[in-house]
Each structure stands twice: as C-alpha cells, then as structure tokens.
C-alpha cells in the first residue's frame, strides 16, 4: 500500500516570496508522483508530474518538484508566489500497474500582500 | 484538452430521495473514471473505479447499493445517491483517465458537485 504525508496543514507566505511544499510518500513499490490544485469550490488541476526520467520536473504556473527517491520526497517550489496562488495543494501516488491515486491530506498555501 | 464536466454543480435534496450526478469527458475517450468524495478541508477519498461496460470496483466500507455506478460509454459515467440522508452531504468529485497497459496516464478531474441533503 502507498501513502502520502503532508506535514504542513497551513503554509503563510507573502507574495513575492518563495514557497516549498513538503510531501513524502510511503511505498513498496514504484510510483508515479503528482501534485494538483484545488481552488475553493472547484475540481483538481494537475499541476505537474513525475514518472520516470528527470528528477526535476517543471509544471504550470510557475511551479516545479523535484523527485527523490533516497528521500521518498517530491516537494513542490515556487520562486515568487502571487496572490492567486492561493489555494489548497495535494501530493499524490500511484503504484506503477495500478490504477488508484492515494492522496496527502492537503497543504493550503495563504498567499497574503 | 482533457475536459472533465460533472452536472449538475450544486444540488439540494430532500432526505430520502435520490440524485444523479453525471461525469462526462468532453475531448477524449475516458476508458476508467473514478468516483471522490471530499469532507470539508479533508482529502480526497476514493469511493469507486469504474471501466466503461464493467461493473464498478468499490472501496472499502463503501456502499455499493447505496452509491450506484454506471460506466454506459467512453465519455459518460453516472453516481446515484439512493436515498440520501444529511450524512451523505459531501462534495463529489470524479476523474477521467485513459490507462495503457502501463497505467502512465494520468487522471482529469471535473470541478465537483456539492451535495446537501436537507
């Protein structure tokens, strides 16, 4: 089984500013990594991908992670955050070979002026 | 590209009845789609994976008579709530994916359904 931890429930931050988003994923097997957005009262938006490859991988938005196998971590960066980028932010795997996506519990990233 | 709709966005019910939520892939052939339910700043949880013209595979401590799926085509899956009591009000969710022999694709979800039952 896989799962995921995002120790951070709550992430202040002014704009401008750089953020890192903490996830480490737990499993026995090889997995795909995600991260997707969610803004309020709306779906998820898939915001960037790890599946094999390039360790660092570049996604919409400005956004980045960067897989670490040794680590078990695929934490998410921004350079400079923007007002809008306020939202709530999950890290998920899925197993190579199967179909389920586990989640994290969600970081919400609090971008204020 | 990789649309996922879901209708309607907001529906409120009375308890006892039921509601259908659609989820629809609008430019491409969804092979599985999956079902979320999602509580107030929570998670998603995963309710049910269901492959067009296959019966739903559910998860664990799911209600199968209580959750019904229907897969009828590539672009179409359907969610009813049968009988829905308060305790069922949730925000639903559901993804569309195409999946090869070496599942590397990747899920699109639709912008959710918000379900109160009065």
């Known amino acids: 089984a896989q799962s995921v931890t995002q120790l951070d429930s709550q992430v202040p931050v002014f704009e401008e500013a750089p953020v890192e988003l903490r996830c480490n994923y737990s499993?026995?097997?090889?997995?795909?990594l995600f991260w997707y957005v969610q803004y309020p009262n709306q779906g998820l938006q898939l915001l960037l991908k790890?599946?094999?490859?390039?360790?660092l991988v570049k996604g919409i938005n400005g956004f980045e992670a960067e897989f670490n196998k040794s680590q078990t971590s695929f934490h998410l960066r921004k350079p400079s955050v923007h007002i809008s980028d306020t939202a709530e932010y999950f890290c998920?795997?899925?197993?190579?070979?199967?179909?389920?996506?586990?989640f994290g519990t969600g970081t919400r990233l609090l971008v204020s002026p | 590209g990789a649309v996922v709709s879901q209708h309607p966005s907001r529906v409120i019910c009375k308890s006892g009845t039921s509601v259908k939520i659609e989820c629809r892939s609008l430019?491409?052939?969804?092979?599985?789609m999956f079902w979320y339910r999602q509580f107030p700043k929570q998670s998603l949880m995963l309710m049910a994976t269901?492959?067009?013209?296959?019966?739903?595979?559910?998860e664990q401590g799911v209600e199968k008579d209580k959750f019904l799926i229907n897969h009828a085509s590539l672009t179409l899956s359907t969610l009813t709530v049968t009988s829905a009591h308060p305790e069922d009000s949730s925000f639903y969710i559901c993804?569309?994916?195409?999946?090869?022999?070496?599942?590397?694709?990747?899920?699109?979800f639709g912008p959710g359904t918000r379900l109160t039952v009065l």
């Open positions: 430019d491409f052939q969804a092979t599985t």
């Open positions: 993804s569309a994916a195409v999946l090869g022999e070496e599942y590397t694709d990747t899920q699109y």
């Open positions: 790890y599946l094999s490859g390039s360790t």
């Open positions: 499993s026995s097997v090889s997995v795909y």
């Open positions: 998920a795997v899925r197993a190579t070979g199967f179909q389920k996506l586990v």
């Open positions: 269901s492959n067009e013209g296959s019966k739903a595979t559910y």
